[in-house]
Nanobody, 124 residues
Framework: QVQLQESGPGRVKPSQTLSLTCTVSGASITTHSYYWSWIRQPPGKGLEWMGAISSSGGTYYSPSLESRTSISRDTSKNQFTLQLNSVTPEDTAEYYC????????????????WGRGTQVGVSS
């Protein structure tokens, strides 16, 4: 059974860097042709795909967030990490990690596996 678990701070101050980690169990993040994504949902809004890292380590970002986003991985721990720089209150959201053969989609059904999400608030 594949499980994803997000971890990170529940609150970040404006202008700081948000760092979240997704720990994957039951599957390797190096599984061929698989992508591991970060997706968020601000309050009252729909899902927003942020970026992904592929099984080979390639990274892909939403154009609207690319300048502030970095995704990396630790294959020894089977984890991948999101860093979002210069956060503002508009970055307040539920953050999810997800895995599948697709990336870039904001539709829940396009991903095979989802974490339960972690709430992040940005305020001073």
């Amino acid at each position: 059974q594949v499980q994803l678990q997000e971890s990170g701070p529940g609150r970040v101050k404006p202008s700081q860097t948000l760092s979240l980690t997704c720990t994957v169990s039951g599957a390797s993040i190096t599984t061929h042709s698989y992508y591991w994504s970060w997706i968020r949902q601000p309050p009252g809004k729909g899902l927003e795909w942020m970026g992904a890292i592929s099984s080979s380590g390639g990274t892909y970002y939403s154009p609207s967030l690319e300048s502030r986003t970095s995704i990396s991985r630790d294959t020894s721990k089977n984890q991948f990490t999101l860093q979002l720089n210069s956060v503002t209150p508009e970055d307040t959201a539920e953050y999810y990690c997800a895995g599948g053969e697709k990336f870039g989609s904001r539709w829940e059904g396009d991903y095979d596996y989802w974490g339960r999400g972690t709430q992040v608030g940005v305020s001073s």
